[in-house]
C-alpha cells in the first residue's frame, strides 16, 4: 500500500476528505446515540465524544465517510481526533481508548476498500488521524506559575503510543499528526510512531500538519512557519503542511514558505474561512475553489482537502480544480 501512496502522489493531488463534526452535527444526535448499548451505564455525560460514535454508531462515521470518498476524495481521516487517554480522561474513557481507535480505522478501511474495489485505478487510502490534545507540553495553564506544566513529554509519548498502536491495527495505511499547536507535543506523535514501527518491524509513511493560531503567523508555543518546518525536519516525513485555524487566503503565505523549504511533499486542510459570531463557517465551495485555485496555480501543493466547516460540497469542489493541475515538485520524497 506505501507503494500505492507513492505513485498517486508522484502523478497527482491527492485529496483529502473534509471535517467530521460539521458532518455528525447534522445527524442532532442525543445522549443515547453516543452512549450506545455499551455505555448506557456510564456515569458521565458523553455527548459530544465524536470518537466514540465509532463504537456507538458506527453506520453514521462509515456514512460520512463514504460521502467523502464519492465526493472525490482519495484519502479519508478516521474518527480519532480526541483518540488518546489525555482527551478521553474528560469523558472518563480512557479504557476504552485502543478499541475506539481501532474501529475507527476498521470503519474507514472497509469503506476504502469498498471504493477501490470499484475504482481500481484511483486507489482510496486512510490515514489515521492523531490529534494535538487538550493539553501543552511547553507553556503553563497557569499564568501564576510559568513553569507549571499540565502534560509531560513521557505521558504524551505514551498516549499516542496507544492510539497509534489501534490506528495501524484497524488498517491504517498512514499516520497524520494534525493540527500542531505545540511542535513538542507533535515531536512526542513522532517520537511515539517510531517507537511502534521499530517494534512491529516496518514504517508507515507519517504526515505532519500544523496549525498557525493567528494574524500573528505564529504557532500556539509561538514558531513561525519556517521554524516550525526546521523543527519536524529530523522525522522521516511523507508530508507536512497546515490545517485549521485559518481559511484559504489567510493560509496562503505560510504555505509558501513550506512549499519553498520543504525537502518533503505539502499539505494543506484549511477551514472553510473564519468562523462568524455563531461559530459556524460561511464560505461556500465555490469561494473556497477559488482561492485554493491560487495554491495550485503556484504549485505549493500535493495533497489538500479541508478542515472546519468543510463538508462534501466543498471537498467535490476541491477535487475539481485539484484535478486541473500538476503536483508540487520535490527532489526526494522519503516514505516507508
Not at 309 to 320: F, N, R, S, Y
Request: glycine fraction near 8%; include cysteine; aromatic fraction near 6%.
Amino acid at each position: 500500500m506505501n507503494d500505492k501512496i507513492t505513485e498517486a502522489l508522484a502523478h497527482r493531488i491527492l485529496v483529502l476528505d473534509g471535517a467530521m463534526g460539521t458532518m455528525i452535527q447534522r445527524h442532532a444526535l442525543t445522549e443515547k446515540d453516543f452512549r450506545g448499548e455499551p455505555f448506557k451505564d456510564h456515569n458521565r455525560p458523553l455527548k459530544g465524544n465524536n470518537d466514540l460514535l465509532s463504537l456507538t454508531r458506527p453506520d453514521i462515521i462509515a456514512d460520512i465517510h463514504r460521502q467523502y470518498f464519492a465526493a472525490g476524495a482519495d484519502m479519508v481521516e478516521t474518527n480519532t481526533f480526541n483518540g488518546t487517554w489525555i482527551a478521553q480522561a474528560d469523558y472518563g474513557l480512557e479504557s476504552a481508548v485502543y478499541d475506539i481507535n481501532k474501529a475507527s480505522a476498521i470503519i474507514a478501511r472497509k469503506v476504502a476498500d469498498e471504493f477501490t474495489t470499484k475504482e481500481p485505478h484511483k486507489p482510496r487510502f486512510v490515514a489515521g488521524a492523531i490529534g494535538p490534545t487538550n493539553r501543552t507540553a511547553s507553556l503553563s495553564p497557569d499564568v501564576n506559575d510559568p513553569g507549571f506544566r499540565a502534560i509531560t513529554f513521557q505521558q504524551l509519548s505514551h498516549a499516542y503510543k496507544e492510539q497509534i498502536k489501534g490506528l495501524l491495527d484497524g488498517g491504517a495505511d498512514l499516520l497524520l499528526i494534525e493540527t500542531v499547536f505545540d511542535t513538542l507535543n507533535a515531536k512526542a506523535g513522532i517520537f511515539a510512531a517510531m517507537e511502534v514501527f521499530k517494534e512491529r518491524g516496518r514504517e508507515w509513511p507519517l504526515m505532519i500538519s500544523g496549525t498557525i493560531t493567528d494574524a500573528s503567523g505564529r504557532t500556539l508555543s509561538g514558531q513561525t512557519a519556517e521554524a516550525f518546518l526546521i523543527s519536524m525536519s529530523h522525522a522521516p516525513l511523507l508530508s507536512i503542511g497546515l490545517n485549521c485555524a485559518l481559511g484559504a487566503k489567510a493560509l496562503l503565505p505560510y504555505l509558501q514558505v513550506l512549499a519553498q523549504k520543504a525537502n518533503c511533499l505539502v499539505s494543506a486542510h484549511p477551514n472553510a474561512g473564519l468562523p462568524n459570531a455563531f461559530g459556524e463557517y460561511d464560505e461556500t465551495p465555490e469561494q473556497m475553489k477559488a482561492q485554493i485555485r491560487e495554491f495550485l496555480k503556484l504549485g505549493l501543493i500535493n495533497i489538500i482537502g479541508g478542515c472546519c466547516g468543510t463538508t462534501p460540497e466543498h471537498i467535490k469542489a476541491i477535487a475539481d480544480v485539484a484535478h486541473e493541475y500538476q503536483p508540487r515538485k520535490v527532489a526526494s520524497v522519503t516514505v516507508a
